[in-house]
């Protein structure tokens, strides 16, 4: 299960909002709220956020491989 409040933390500090960020890494709003909620996200899902949020592998690794 990812690590939620780290990755709420990337989005508030990238500047963009959750939707901006939905529509950059392709995923719909309300999926991305939906796995945020859960904390289970696809591999397709982690690898497009990680690009859009610029995240480092190891910040990649902190969020969504706690």
Do not use: Q, W
């Not at 690590?3 to 999926?31: F, H, P, Q, Y």
Request: hydrophobic letters at 40%; proline letters at 2%.
């Amino acid at each position: 299960m990812a690590n939620v409040e780290l990755l709420k933390e990337k989005i508030s500090n990238s500047g963009m909002t959750v939707t901006a960020i939905a529509d950059k890494s392709g995923i719909l709003r309300e999926t991305l709220y939906n796995r945020m909620k859960s904390g289970n996200f696809y591999a397709s899902e982690i690898t497009a956020l990680t690009k859009v949020l610029h995240l480092t592998r190891k910040e990649r690794d902190e969020i969504f491989l706690p």
